[in-house]
């Protein structure tokens, strides 16, 4: 088993800072890539960033200028630091891992259970 633990989520103002942390555990043999989706009410579940194992990002254009996604690759965490906050930011975010359980498994994604963050006033 996989298992995927966030933590940092929280109410925050507009214009405040917050940051997610997701730490990995369980049976990995090798991680792609790990990152952040997040979803509001009644809205599908979107990317928000993304890091390689090598080190490579992708943001939402949303999120650009505005969210920082880094990694520590010897501790399986991701971060995810969110300044500039606005309303439109809140949603449960999900940390997601894409690897392997063993190095003849095929690629999968796993995912946390969830933080909430809500952006208001």
């Known amino acids: 088993q996989v298992q995927l633990v966030e933590s940092g989520g929280g109410l925050v103002q507009p214009g405040g800072s917050l940051r997610l942390s997701c730490a990995a555990s369980g049976s990995i043999s090798s991680i792609n890539a790990m990152g952040w989706h997040h979803q509001s009410p009644g809205k599908q579940r979107e990317l928000v960033a993304a890091?390689?194992?090598?080190?490579?990002?992708n943001y939402a254009d949303s999120v650009k200028g505005r969210f920082t996604i880094d990694r520590d690759n010897a501790k399986n965490t991701v971060y995810l630091q969110m300044n500039s906050l606005k309303p439109e930011d809140t949603a449960v975010y999900y940390c997601?891992?894409?690897?392997?359980?063993?190095?003849?498994?095929?690629?999968?994604?796993?995912w946390g259970k969830g933080t909430l963050v809500t952006v208001s006033s």
């Open positions: 890091i390689t194992t090598g080190g490579s990002t």
């Open positions: 997601n891992l894409q690897g392997r359980r063993t190095s003849w498994a095929p690629v999968m994604d796993y």
